[in-house]
């Protein structure tokens, strides 16, 4: 099946994206210890960032190796970031800019100015706001329409994250809503839901399992059900691993000394893109409208550590050359010091499809040229498998496909020491 089932264009796109930055930001930005669901008010009249800078948000999450951001548009209580024509909950009503402030539109130009690609999430069901959810046809017709405005008003929008939280078992008129989606915006990406171009990983701590094959029949969808979501055909769904800078999606201030460390974000890092899904991390500006200063410290200290470890490979080692049908191997010219290896970067050719099942990571041993050792064994490879091991000093390394859907294709093989 895999063999058959291949990425589009813009799936193959996404996929070397790797790293982006989840913005959770709105109402609940000012009403701490506020949970999901909890049905207590948040007056409208409570919103007032002011020192909004999306500017900043970018920069520091760029800074840090983001390719793409995404912004809470509607979060479950309901609440427009934008100043939406189908409900006075949003920023239309607040005192910010005298209601006349677009938190979206301040987001999409930060993006731009700084090449990063544009997300917005939007949630599907609500608990707030003016219209009800537990009336169908009417909130069918104020989804597309929020959705519409979203999608006409602010130029290209690249990806589209629908959170299914709170939609279990609700009938949307899904064929309308894609029909809608896909006529204002033909090259978006979908996230997860109805008709989607890519998947969630099913947790919301970062991490992807070992073996993490693309070509899905159904798909995770949300944190309240362990049922999942079947599709109508197998299709190729590259995953997403979303997680918190902190404990919690918004910002609260007072668990700053649950921000995690800079070598759990790169373990994350290493076992999400290490392991063929992209990492998405959230940062909840505070009410302010900034990113703390700790939060900021902890990305560029993040970032530091992620260019200091993957920033530059073993310059030793030459491109990967071909050995027998389903091995590749990279080795450092006769005669030269053989340098110390502790991680090797796969990437496998997925354009027409995964094909790699399981492999094996060799090194030659230091002293006897022409002996190996496994040093690592995986199950797939997709877009990207980061392979750690004990370090060890050699001269030549070679990934062994021990099984495979149909003939497999590397992209490349590099080789790192880290510390």
């Known amino acids: 099946m895999n063999g058959t089932v291949i990425p589009s264009e813009k799936q193959l796109a996404f996929m070397d994206w790797e790293f982006g930055a989840f913005f959770h930001f709105g ?3 000012f009403f701490m210890g ?3 669901w909890d049905n207590r008010p948040m007056p409208a009249e409570a919103f007032n960032p002011d020192a909004l800078d999306c500017e900043q948000w970018i920069r520091e999450v760029k800074a840090a190796g983001a390719a793409y951001a995404i912004l ?3 979060h479950h209580d309901g609440f427009a970031n934008w100043p939406t024509r189908y409900s006075s909950y949003s920023v239309s009503s607040a005192p910010w800019k005298g209601g006349k402030g677009d938190v979206v539109r301040e987001f999409v130009n930060a993006c731009r100015k700084y090449g990063l690609k544009v997300g917005l999430y939007y949630s599907p069901a609500q608990w707030g706001g003016e219209t009800a959810f537990d009336a169908p046809s009417a909130y069918d017709d104020y989804f597309i329409a929020q959705i519409s405005e979203l999608l006409t008003n ?3 929008i690249d990806y589209l994250w629908f959170d299914g939280c709170g939609s279990e078992k609700h009938e949307f008129d899904k064929p309308r809503i894609i029909r809608t989606i896909r006529s204002l915006q033909p090259d978006i990406l979908i996230f997860n839901m109805w008709d989607p171009d890519t998947r969630w990983i099913g947790n919301e701590d970062g991490y992807a399992p070992m073996n993490n094959p693309n070509v899905r029949t159904d798909v995770d969808f949300s944190v309240r059900t362990s049922e999942k979501d079947a599709l109508d055909q197998a299709r190729y769904l590259p995953a997403e691993c979303d997680c918190m800078l902190r404990d919690t999606w918004f910002d609260c201030a007072e668990n700053e000394d649950k921000i995690k460390t800079a070598e ?6 290493e076992m999400s893109v290490g392991r063929g899904a992209n990492f998405l991390l959230n940062i909840g500006p505070n009410r302010h409208g ?3 200063e700790k939060d900021a410290a902890r990305l560029r200290e993040f970032g530091a550590l992620l260019k200091k470890r993957y920033g530059a490979p073993l310059s030793a080692f030459g491109e990967a050359g071909r050995e027998g049908e389903n091995a590749w191997s990279i080795q450092i010219p006769e005669g030269e010091e053989k340098p110390l290896v502790n991680r090797v970067v796969i990437r ?6 995964e094909a790699a099942a399981s492999f094996r990571v060799y090194c030659e041993l230091p002293g006897y040229s022409g002996k190996k050792i496994c040093v690592y ?3 797939t490879i997709g877009h990207k498998a980061i392979c750690l091991f004990p370090a060890i000093r050699t001269g030549k390394i070679t990934v062994e496909i021990t099984q495979a859907s149909k003939a497999p294709s590397l992209r490349d093989i590099t080789a790192y020491f880290a510390q």
């Open 34 to 36: 506020h949970v999901d």
């Open 154 to 156: 602010y130029g290209r």
């Open 377 to 379: 064994q995986g199950d």
């Open 27 to 29: 109402i609940r930005s």
């Open 72 to 74: 809470v548009c509607k």
């Open 348 to 353: 496998e050719d997925v354009s027409g499809g």
């Open 290 to 292: 900034l990113i703390n």
């Open 264 to 269: 759990e974000l790169l373990g994350m890092y």
